[in-house]
């Protein structure tokens, strides 16, 4: 998932966020609205098929999204063309094929989420926010829109509703690394919070395998400002 942020080198973050910094995230299935008997919270199973499988993750621990029913063979193909120009970075075709989408599905979160990344490379930022919040409610269970909304809120300056967003994101999916990673860099940059970023750091490092260096060192960083906090933190635990 590429996020647009650009505007501090903090966030040039490890190999799984790397090609965030450009903005170019995908959905890459259309993705219909949540099933409302599904209970709140509940993992959801594997995608069945190409119409609902999740957004390509990149980086550790991708959440999962709900199996549904297949869409017919025009929506999935338009879908593909619309993915496919996105890809190819021609954003006014893109443009034009998830905004036709929106219109003649407006229950499919996956285009409005697409169109808010197309949005955002034109830095339509509050035309981007809109078209995220129209996917979290069509979708409610989607957390990686939830997270993707998190980022749009924080690049228009809505702080409390970015953190709002990253913890709606994690109640959803409690093992998704990335929104962990967002919040603390929100914390850390944006609110001034250097424990609770360092919570969300830690909460990231855990779930990532694969580690990631320049987390480490911000954690590393932030408990050298305050080592006294640092110090005092370390307590047994019974």
């Known amino acids: 998932m590429r996020f647009a942020d650009s505007l501090l080198l903090r966030l040039v973050l490890s190999a799984a966020l790397a090609a965030a910094a450009s903005g170019c995230a995908m959905f890459t299935g259309p993705s219909k609205s949540a099933q409302p008997s ?32 297949p869409l ?5 193909q338009a879908f593909e063309t619309a993915r496919r120009a996105l890809i190819a970075k021609r954003f006014d075709e893109a443009e034009r094929g998830f905004l036709a989408l929106t219109k003649s599905n407006p229950e499919l979160g996956g285009p409005h989420a697409n169109l808010a990344i197309v949005y ?23 957390p990686v829109y939830y997270n993707q909304l998190g980022i749009a809120y924080r690049m228009v300056g809505q702080f409390a509703k970015s953190r709002d967003a990253y913890d709606k994101a994690i109640a959803l999916d409690p093992n998704y690394p990335l929104a962990y990673l967002n919040l603390g860099i929100l914390y850390d940059v944006y609110l001034g919070d250097s424990e609770r970023a360092v919570a969300q750091y830690d909460r990231y490092l855990a779930l990532s395998p694969g580690g990631d260096d320049k987390v480490k060192k911000w954690v590393s960083d932030i408990r050298k400002r305050n080592p006294q906090k640092s110090l005092a933190s370390r307590k047994e635990q019974e």
């Open 120 to 142: 955002r490379h034109a830095n339509k930022l509050p035309e981007s926010v809109a078209a995220l919040e129209r996917a979290v409610q069509v979708n409610a269970r989607e």
């Open 38 to 69: 599904a209970p709140a919270g509940a993992a959801a199973p594997p995608a069945a098929n190409a119409a609902s499988s999740p957004p390509a993750q990149a980086g550790p621990a991708a959440p999962k999204v709900e199996s549904e029913p």
């Open 72 to 76: 017919s063979p025009a929506v999935q």
